[in-house]
């Protein structure tokens, strides 16, 4: 008889920890979730804010030929550019002539 309660309390043990490891990963995902909802939470109120420093109509584009190739230069950009870069992606040769006027047009 005590060989019967053993194996069930043994059988009851395991089921419980089985429970246990399935509630911690479930808690572990909870905690992941809670994380990342701060996370964009902060991104909201950071991306609100800087919405909110926006001027209520676009600046006017200077009228120079290449303005909107330049914009489009760092549209297609992954990172940062210099003035350097932006006169290589325009097809402009490098003397430094080229890529003063080019640092301007960028201001």
Same mark, same amino acid.
């Given at each position: 008889?005590?060989?019967?309660?053993?194996?069930?309390? !043994?059988?009851?043990?395991?089921?419980?920890?089985?429970?246990?490891? !399935?509630?911690?990963? !479930?808690?572990?995902?909870?905690?992941?979730?809670?994380?990342?909802?701060?996370?964009?939470?902060?991104?909201?109120?950071?991306?609100?804010?800087?919405?909110? !420093?926006?001027?209520?109509?676009?600046?006017?584009?200077?009228?120079?030929?290449?303005?909107? #190739?330049?914009?489009?230069?760092?549209?297609d950009a992954t990172g940062p550019l210099?003035? #350097?870069?932006?006169?290589?992606?325009?097809?402009?040769?490098?003397?430094?002539?080229?890529?003063?006027?080019?640092?301007?047009?960028?201001?």
């Open positions: 008889m005590l060989g019967v309660q053993e194996d069930a309390l !043994r059988a009851l043990a395991d089921d419980l920890r089985t429970q246990i490891e !399935r509630l911690h990963y !479930r808690l572990c995902r909870m905690q992941d979730a809670e994380s990342h909802l701060e996370h964009l939470a902060i991104t909201r109120k950071t991306v609100t804010a800087l919405a909110d !420093r926006l001027p209520a109509a676009l600046p006017h584009l200077p009228e120079h030929p290449n303005c909107l #190739r330049i914009l489009g230069v760092f549209n210099r003035a #350097r870069d932006v006169c290589e992606a325009l097809g402009h040769e490098l003397p430094s002539k080229n890529v003063e006027g080019t640092r301007a047009k960028q201001q």
